[in-house]
């Protein structure tokens, strides 16, 4: 698929994709608990950062 069939595509598609280099993958989608995670892990990281 060239670059410009996907775009085209991906604007009609209800999950989200990447493309690759030619290659359409199908992209995880994110759940609450995954956010929280990295929330938290984002706080974590920063303020040792700080420290």
Do not use: C
């Not at 989200?16 to 990281?45: F, P, Q, R």
Request: aromatic share 8%; no cysteine; charged share 20%.
């Amino acid at each position: 698929m060239m670059p410009e069939e996907y775009f085209a595509w991906e604007e009609k598609q209800e999950l989200k994709h990447e493309y690759d280099h030619g290659e359409v993958l199908s992209m995880s989608g994110s759940t609450a608990n995954h956010a929280l995670i990295i929330a938290n892990l984002t706080g974590l990281l920063s303020n040792a950062l700080r420290g």
